[in-house]
């Protein structure tokens, strides 16, 4: 065995040796340590704290150096005050601040949308970070789309729904749920190949307590008409926003 290999090979067996595992899931730590300050927030501005919320802190590995995916390990786990607060404190192990990156899951309680937020570039073992997620109330949303006729091959008609995050990433499929039966249908794009429809309705899960906003564009005979619209859903009701794309064109 070359002198090389035997130089890598010791050279991983210390770093697993550093490696953190599940049996350090919320150790308390005395010394050294990192703590992260985790504010859950919901509806405009995310002004509004979320108790009862289940939040899960990761470390995400960087890939390996013979290629493969990272590791993902569980540092802490817990539930939001009723302030919407949760301090994290934890010791370091191995690379943690000098590779890979680490990642606040957001579940729950019930009639909320997952999500959560990957924070990079966090290198002090002994850092201190103030933080938040937002946690959307559910709410949903019915678009109803009239009078699409194509006249040309290069005609069209999109929306583009969203609300904003305010900063962390929506982990749920808020789409599983569309219909393409009937009147209903999964998309939201229609080009000049599409079939010509007086009615079709959209329905989806959407942010409460906040606003929904569209985005749309149509062309119809070299014409270009553009909208930007949003509408205030309450949480736990439904939506509806109406676009007549003849009409957008009068």
């Not at 601040?97 to 073992?125: C, E, M, R």
């Not at 569209?214 to 005979?221: A, G, L």
């Amino acid at each position: 065995m070359s002198k090389r290999l035997i130089f890598v090979l010791s050279i991983l067996a210390v770093l697993a040796g550093c490696r953190r595992d599940e049996s350090q899931l919320n150790k308390r730590c005395t010394s050294g340590c990192a703590l992260f300050n985790i504010r859950v927030g919901t509806g405009d501005s995310s002004a509004y704290p979320v108790g009862g919320a289940h939040v899960d802190l990761v470390w995400q590995g960087p890939n390996g150096i013979f290629g493969g995916g990272g590791k993902s390990i569980d540092i802490a786990k817990g539930y939001t005050d009723a302030h919407g607060m949760i301090n994290m404190q934890f010791k370091a192990y191995g690379n943690e601040f000098t590779n890979g990156y680490f990642i606040i899951n957001v579940t729950g309680p019930l009639n909320y949308i997952a999500s959560q937020k990957i924070l990079f570039g966090i290198k002090n073992a002994d850092t201190t970070l103030n933080t938040s997620v937002h946690l959307p109330y559910t709410a949903y949303m019915k678009i109803v789309m009239k009078n699409f006729d194509p006249l040309t091959p290069d005609d069209s008609f999109a929306i583009l729904p969203t609300f904003n995050t305010y900063g962390s990433t929506i982990t749920a499929d808020l789409f599983a749920t569309s219909k393409a039966t009937g009147i209903y249908t999964n998309s939201l794009l229609f080009t000049g190949q599409s079939a010509p429809f007086d009615s079709l309705i959209y329905e989806s899960p959407t942010a409460g307590n906040q606003y929904t906003r569209f985005s749309v564009v149509m062309h119809r005979n070299g014409v270009q008409v553009d909208r930007l619209d949003s509408i205030y859903i309450p949480k736990g009701t439904t939506g509806t926003y109406r676009v007549d794309y003849q009409h957008s064109f009068q």
